[in-house]
């Protein structure tokens, strides 16, 4: 099993990426699949979630209105669509598989796979 964490870069404040989570030897469509993400010297934090099916998804108040989950589930890929990005989202972002029936969360611990990150550098 392996996920991968893509679309990482170099943006200047105010800019837009689009981080993308792919799948190897899982099913993406059976599990929920959240953003987190860890800043040098901080604990990793959550980002935004989405459920099995697209239906339902759960963001952290600060990123709000300017991050958008979505799923590709024939494609096996969830995006993370970011907007008007602040230094302070310069992060190292995960993606994360936990199983479709427990439902969407918002704590790393519920997680059951993890993907290696992708660095996101915000400049001002």
């Known amino acids: 099993v392996q996920l991968q964490a893509s679309g990482g870069g170099l943006v200047q404040a105010g800019g837009s990426l689009r981080l993308s989570c792919t799948a190897s030897?899982?099913?993406?469509?059976?599990?929920?699949v959240g953003w987190f993400r860890q800043a040098p010297g901080k604990e990793r934090e959550f980002v935004a979630a989405?459920?099995?099916?697209?239906?339902?998804?759960l963001y952290d108040d600060s990123m709000r209105g300017r991050f958008t989950i979505s799923r590709d589930n024939p494609k096996n890929t969830v995006h993370l669509q970011m907007n008007n990005l602040k230094p302070e989202d310069t992060a190292v972002y995960f993606c994360?598989?936990?199983?479709?029936?427990?439902?969407?969360?918002?704590?790393?611990?519920?997680?059951?796979?993890w993907g290696q990150g992708t660095q996101i550098t915000v400049s001002s």
């Open positions: 994360a598989a936990r199983f479709a029936f427990v439902g969407i969360s918002s704590s790393s611990s519920d997680y059951n796979y």
């Open positions: 989405v459920n099995w099916s697209g239906g339902r998804d």
């Open positions: 030897g899982l099913t993406l469509s059976s599990y929920g």
